[in-house]
């Protein structure tokens, strides 16, 4: 997960890193190389060249989702989805009781829900967040 700002509180840092890599480690079917998190799926894979990558699509349940497709160094293309909350599989609900962890933890430090989670957004979609950055650890 890239950050711009650096996160302060160990507590917050660990839910942010786990929320953004819970759909990881990664592996091509056609080389066996593995892409153990965001970060490397990203900065190890190539865009495809002509076309951005990303496609929106419907998941089984007609919840939205992107796609977004790289190529792997062996030239074959994988795929990664970034679910919207409502993602009802293991992952997608083990996601959202981190989002709720996280949501719960930054309520009890005096902030308020909706920009608690405005600032979680902020940070899993790689803009940082200067409120969370400043965020002292908690004792």
């Given at each position: 997960m890239h950050t711009p700002q650096a996160i302060n509180d160990?507590?917050?840092?660990?839910?942010?890193t786990a929320l953004a890599e819970s759909s990881f480690p990664k592996t091509c079917n056609t080389c066996g190389r593995n892409y153990p998190d965001v970060?490397?799926?990203?900065?190890?894979?190539?865009?495809?060249?002509g076309h951005s990558g990303l496609k929106a699509s419907t998941g089984d349940t007609g919840a939205p989702l992107v796609e977004l497709f790289r190529n792997c160094v062996c030239g074959s293309t994988l795929l990664d989805l970034f679910n919207d909350r409502r993602d009802i599989s293991n992952e997608g609900i083990e996601r959202r009781?981190?989002?709720?962890?996280?949501?719960?933890?930054?309520?009890?430090r005096n902030i308020p829900r909706l920009q608690a989670r405005s600032?979680?957004?902020k940070v899993l979609h790689g803009e940082g967040s200067k409120l969370l950055s400043q965020l002292?650890?908690?004792?």
């Open positions: 160990p507590k917050l840092f660990a839910g942010l970060e490397s799926f990203i900065s190890q894979t190539q865009d495809l060249i009781l981190r989002f709720d962890q996280l949501l719960r933890y930054l309520e009890a600032e979680i957004l002292p650890p908690s004792e």
